[in-house]
């Protein structure tokens, strides 16, 4: 019986030794299961290196954002991410006209009915789009918006506002109309006017959300309607986006969006050259013709309406208050006269600052519609029209209105009646450190003006200081670029009296504070003149005056300088065709972030350094090959445990 015993007890001790295996067995898988877990983890987590297994598309500058917020935003780097996340209610096209092919990049409007006087004017909105958290878009978002832009003084928006007669209606969720005060053609769809970026009510409209100053609200992170939605911003630093998981369009390759903010040009192109960052916007040619020459970048010099000015401070200070200004700053009085600004136009040669500063890229400047604009828009000075560079005509001009140099240092004062005689010339001359062009004009720019007798102290600032000083109107020179839209329109409309910075606190588009009662007349003339070209006659002679007053020296139309790495990412759409960004920054929601693809997608391959498109991570072969040791050393010692226990029997 003994033996009996004694087998069945080794039976019963074999069974259990297995069932101990088939445990450990089970443990361990659920031990490497678990490793491979948090391996797959630690892969897919966002890391400040980026090294993980998500598309992301990095694109840097020297560009720094100041906002988020469309209501308070101005700067041309801070429409690329509204234009991923934030629709339109008429959206541009490749070519900068209307975009009529209704796709999900196209604006809001599906539909606008004009009644017969041209005073009224109905939309009908698509019902397909959708916030990031899941609220649809309805004609009460476009209504509310349109509202708040417009009795908010919103900085850019309500520009485009100012001829709608009384509140925007929503008559259904698909429908908005509004009245104007004056007949118009402005918003009739004919031309993509209305750059308004359509915001979520339900956001916009709760102050706890939103605070009870909506300009000041920092709209990080945002709820939007496009394929990416603002997650982060850190100023100075980077903004981040992430794709709005509620987009109806289509499906993009890339999940995040990074711009990295340098600190200088050689910074950026330095990291583009390292694979750090996919895409970099330099402005600089030599910077531009060095990564021209690089392997694996492709850069494009595009064309897009653009310019450059020498803006002057004509008079902050000095104009009479109204229920809209208060006079504020201390800019030089002698900018009040047309004469002085004049002489400082025919002292500057557009075409060696072409030349010399960005080296042939580009074209000299003379009025403010640029040459890339809806055709017709344009007006350019002829024969004695023309205020061309003369050093020796514009000493004769101050000469001749009594600023001479009285006391020989070379330096013209003053002339006697003038608001403050015996003061001398000597201007304050902001150019902006993420700038280097500008740094770049001045070193020409400040010996002209010395040729003529005046002292231009030059001070490099940022731009997001010199926006302030401007708005103080604490300054005589200063040098900066605008990027108009293609209809006139609202390059015309910044300088109107009421765009002037009002107070010395709040924003003004009129950053020259020119203020030409005849000039306003013209401008409402244009916007209210039905046939097109009435229209232009009169925005000919808008130009035509502005240029006269010379409160900008409009020094050239730039270039916008590209460079992108052609191992990281394909899909780039040029906007104007067909070479103009390829980014395509001035719509709405921008197809480009759904055409952009790395490279070989289709066939497996390339990404950005931030992305890696691999078999299994090498973080989930070592949990493999952990729990394979683990899992080996169990069987070795549950073995030993087997043949010791034969042995003893």
């Known amino acids: 019986m003994r033996m009996a015993t004694s087998a069945l007890l080794k039976e019963g001790a074999m069974r259990s030794t297995w069932r101990t295996i088939l445990a450990f067995a089970i443990g361990v898988m659920l031990v490497t299961a678990g490793l491979m877990q948090a391996a797959l983890a630690q892969e897919e987590s966002p890391t400040p290196s980026g090294a993980d297994e998500r598309v992301t598309f990095t694109f840097g500058g020297t560009g720094v954002p100041l906002t988020m917020n469309p209501m308070s935003g101005y700067l041309a780097i801070e429409f690329y991410f509204w234009t991923a996340t934030y629709h339109l209610l008429v959206d541009w096209d490749?070519?900068?006209?209307?975009?009529?092919?209704?796709?999900?990049?196209?604006?809001?409007?599906?539909?606008?009915?004009?009644?017969?006087?041209?005073?009224?004017?109905?939309?009908?909105?698509?019902?397909?789009?959708?916030?990031?958290?899941?609220?649809?878009?309805?004609?009460?978002?476009?209504?509310?918006?349109?509202?708040?832009?417009?009795?908010?003084?919103?900085?850019?928006?309500?520009?485009?506002?100012?001829?709608?007669?009384?509140?925007?209606?929503?008559?259904?969720?698909?429908?908005?109309?509004?009245?104007?005060?004056?007949?118009?053609?402005?918003?009739?769809?004919?031309?993509?006017?209305?750059?308004?970026?359509?915001?979520?009510?339900?956001?916009?409209?709760?102050?706890?959300?939103?605070?009870?100053?909506?300009?000041?609200?920092?709209?990080?992170?945002?709820?939007?309607?496009?394929?990416?939605?603002?997650?982060?911003?850190?100023?100075?630093?980077?903004?981040?986006?992430?794709?709005?998981?509620?987009?109806?369009?289509?499906?993009?390759?890339?999940?995040?969006?990074?711009?990295?903010?340098?600190k200088n040009e050689d910074a950026l192109a330095e990291a583009l050259k390292q694979g750090e960052i996919d895409f970099a916007y330099p402005s600089t040619p030599t910077i531009y013709d060095d990564l021209s020459t690089q392997p694996n970048i492709e850069t494009m010099n595009g064309t897009i309406p653009t310019f450059d000015e020498i803006g002057m401070n004509t008079g902050s200070a000095y104009q009479e208050q109204d229920d809209y200004f208060t006079p504020h700053g201390d800019g030089h009085p002698a900018l009040t006269d047309p004469t002085v600004r004049r002489a400082i136009r025919m002292a500057i040669d557009s075409q060696t600052l072409v030349d010399r500063v960005l080296q042939g890229y580009g074209l000299p400047g003379d009025t403010i519609v640029p040459p890339v604009s809806v055709e017709g828009a344009k007006w350019t000075p002829e024969g004695d029209e023309v205020l061309a560079f003369d050093i020796e005509g514009a000493k004769q001009l101050l000469e001749e209105a009594g600023y001479t140099d009285t006391d020989g240092d070379g330096v013209r004062e003053m002339p006697p009646g003038s608001l403050e005689p015996g003061r001398p010339l000597e201007f304050r001359y902001y150019v902006q450190s993420n700038d280097q062009n500008t740094v770049n004009a001045s070193q020409f720019i400040q010996p002209w003006l010395e040729e003529i007798g005046i002292q231009a102290n030059v001070e490099v600032v940022t731009s997001g200081r010199l926006g302030d000083i401007i708005n103080e109107g604490t300054y005589d020179l200063f040098h900066w670029g605008w990027i108009p839209d293609p209809d006139p329109d609202s390059a015309l409309s910044w300088f109107t009296c009421d765009s002037r910075p009002p107070d010395g606190k709040s924003y003004g588009n009129n950053d020259a504070y020119y203020c030409n009662p005849e000039y306003d007349r013209m401008y409402e003339e244009q916007r209210t003149t039905t046939d097109p070209d009435e229209r232009w006659e009169i925005v000919h002679e808008m130009q035509r005056v502005f240029y006269n007053d010379a409160a900008y020296a409009v020094l050239w139309y730039g270039p916008t300088f590209a460079a992108w790495r052609t191992d990281r990412f394909t899909g780039y759409r040029v906007q104007p065709q067909p070479n103009g960004d390829p980014l395509e920054s001035w719509g709405g929601p921008s197809a480009v972030w759904w055409t952009l693809e790395p490279v070989g997608a289709a066939g497996g391959g390339g990404g950005t350094s931030s992305v890696e498109t691999r078999g299994i991570p090498a973080g989930i072969w070592i949990a493999i090959i952990a729990g394979v040791v683990i899992l080996a050393a169990v069987v070795i010692v549950l073995s030993r445990r087997r043949r010791a226990r034969e042995d003893e029997a």
């Open 94 to 262: 490749l070519n900068l006209g209307v975009d009529q092919e209704g796709g999900p990049g196209s604006g809001l409007a599906t539909d606008i009915q004009v009644s017969d006087d041209a005073m009224t004017y109905t939309y009908t909105i698509r019902d397909d789009v959708v916030w990031s958290d899941g609220e649809p878009l309805t004609a009460e978002d476009v209504a509310f918006t349109l509202n708040l832009y417009k009795g908010n003084h919103a900085y850019l928006p309500q520009n485009y506002l100012t001829l709608i007669d009384g509140e925007v209606r929503a008559l259904d969720e698909t429908t908005i109309q509004f009245d104007t005060k004056t007949p118009t053609s402005l918003y009739s769809g004919e031309v993509a006017y209305m750059y308004d970026y359509i915001l979520p009510e339900h956001i916009w409209s709760d102050p706890s959300i939103v605070g009870e100053r909506p300009k000041q609200y920092s709209n990080v992170p945002n709820v939007g309607s496009g394929p990416f939605i603002i997650e982060e911003f850190e100023t100075d630093q980077y903004i981040k986006m992430v794709r709005n998981p509620y987009w109806t369009g289509p499906e993009p390759a890339i999940d995040e969006i990074y711009y990295r903010i340098f």
